[in-house]
C-alpha cells in the first residue's frame, strides 16, 4: 500500500506541472487534454497489439496426442 499511495500523491503533485507544460506545447488547456487522451489511445492500441502479436500460444503445453 505504501508504494501504492506514493505514486498517487506523486502523480498529484506532478500533474498540474505537466499539464502545465503540455499547455504551453499545444496552445490551449482543451489542446492539452486532447493530446494526452490521443497518447493514451494510441499506446493502448500499440500495447494490444504487442499482446496479440502471436504470443497466445504457451509453449510449455504440447498438443494432445
Not at 505504501?2 to 503540455?22: E, I, K, N, R
Not at 504487442?50 to 496426442?65: K, V, Y
Request: aromatic fraction near 14%; charged fraction near 5%; proline fraction near 5%.
Amino acid at each position: 500500500m505504501g508504494v501504492w499511495t506514493a505514486c498517487f500523491f506523486f502523480g498529484q503533485f506532478s500533474s498540474p506541472w505537466l499539464v502545465h507544460q503540455a499547455e504551453n506545447l499545444v496552445g490551449s488547456m482543451q489542446g492539452a487534454f486532447l493530446a494526452a487522451g490521443l497518447v493514451g489511445i494510441f499506446a493502448g492500441i500499440t500495447i494490444i497489439g504487442f499482446l496479440r502479436d502471436g504470443s497466445t500460444q504457451n509453449p510449455s503445453i504440447s498438443p494432445a496426442e
